[in-house]
């Protein structure tokens, strides 16, 4: 979905989800103390169905807006693919609010 508007390819809402998560270390999200996110993008008729996928996951999900928000998951796997590359290797991510974050 780079360079251009995405769009289904069979013609139904669309999401764009998952592509800055680890598939490497899947197995591991159950055994996470806070569940980790999933950055997504979709177009509001696939929002709550891209979310309850995200969530059946084991992630918590965190939307950026519709698909023209897209480009930016795309440009955060340069970033992901760095930090795995040097000492922190495959690793899950969480954004909260202040407060957000139970105790562990």
Do not use: C, W
């Amino acid at each position: 979905m780079t360079g251009g508007s995405p769009e289904s390819i069979v013609g139904g809402p669309s999401a764009k989800a998952f592509n800055t998560n680890f598939a490497s270390i899947y197995d591991a999200v159950d055994a996470e103390p806070v569940r980790p996110g999933s950055l997504y993008a979709a177009e509001a008729e696939a929002r709550e169905t891209t979310e309850q996928l995200i969530r059946d996951a084991g992630f918590d999900p965190i939307h950026l807006g519709d698909l023209t928000q897209a480009p930016l998951l795309e440009s955060l796997i340069a970033l992901t693919s760095t930090l795995d590359r040097g000492e922190l290797g495959p690793f899950f991510y969480r954004f909260n609010r202040p407060g957000e974050l139970p105790a562990s």
